[in-house]
């Protein structure tokens, strides 16, 4: 069984993509099959995950011709990525004329997912079509969020628009909320972790994402962290993330 899960916050800058990109390597590090999907026209996650070939066909293409396929192979043997480009941005209005409008994500991974373990999709910091398309796709949901003052509001409004497509998808869950960008030298990150943990109990993760500069410069050199810098802070966090968030979900050791 392939598990579907959707990177989301409305919030934009909390970590979304580099939680996906980096998530999805760490699990490909782990042996699981992945398939990193970008719906972000900004197109970050695609720039970010060590692709071996330049892009010739995105997501968006997908869309259009049920017959294409674009999962492109990375420097991570087990990581596939379909990528994504400013294309996309054509597609949240072209989105809204068809029927099952909610449904094209959900339809174009029903036909390669299969080949995957897990399926990991990062999602642009607003609630337009594309968005819905990730929540109507996905089995689970992971939500980044930064440790500072309206952190709990993102969250709020995160678990309102799961209400609001619950029509959709009625058996989305939150697979996990995971603190990004966690200084242990400020209290304000003190503060928010004390209410997040008391608030969302176990759907928090144990692991927490420091700041970490060398997570900042990965995407410059077009890499997840564990290709950039093994050793980093960031890449034994994103590990370690990696091997809770398969022990969630009972899908731990490798092959599995
Ligand atoms: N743990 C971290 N330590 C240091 N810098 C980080 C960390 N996580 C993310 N960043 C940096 O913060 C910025 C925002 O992160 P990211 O792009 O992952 O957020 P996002 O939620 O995807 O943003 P958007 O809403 O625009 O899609 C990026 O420049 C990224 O490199
Ligand atoms: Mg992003």
Redesign the pocket.
């Known amino acids: 069984m392939t598990r579907i899960v959707t990177i989301v ?1 409305q ?10 990109v980096n998530l999805a390597a760490c699990l490909g590090a782990l042996e699981k099959r992945v398939l990193l999907v970008d719906m ?1 026209p ?1 197109g ?1 996650a695609t720039s970010m995950s060590a692709l071996t070939a330049p892009v010739s066909r995105t997501v968006y293409d997908m869309m259009g011709d049920p017959s294409l396929t674009a999962v492109y192979d990375t420097e991570l043997p087990y990581l596939k990525v379909m990528p994504a480009n400013r294309d996309l941005t054509g597609a949240e209005i072209e989105l809204l004329d068809l029927e099952k409008r909610e449904f094209v994500l959900r339809g174009i991974l029903d036909r390669v997912k299969r080949k995957f373990d897990l399926i990991i999709i ?4 607003s609630l337009n079509i594309l968005t819905v398309n990730n929540l109507a796709a996905a089995d689970g949901l992971i939500v ?1 969020i930064q440790c500072e003052y309206f952190a709990l509001e993102g969250v709020s409004r995160i678990l309102e628009t799961i209400e609001r497509i619950r029509p959709l998808n009625p058996h989305l869950a939150i697979d996990g909320i995971i603190l ?3 200084d242990k030298r400020v209290k304000l990150t003190f503060d928010v972790e004390q209410e997040v943990r008391r608030h969302f109990k176990k759907t928090v993760f144990e692991t927490v ?5 060398k ?2 410069e ?2 410059s050199f077009g890499k997840p962290i564990i290709l950039y810098d093994i050793a980093s802070t ?1 890449a034994r966090q994103y590990l370690a993330l990696a091997e809770e968030y398969l022990k969630r979900i009972g899908k731990g050791g490798t092959g599995g």
């Open positions: 916050n919030k934009g800058g909390v970590g979304k993509t580099t939680t996906a972000d900004q970050n990062d999602s642009p910091p980044p990004t960008m966690y994402i420091a700041r970490n500069v997570l900042s990965s995407p960031g």
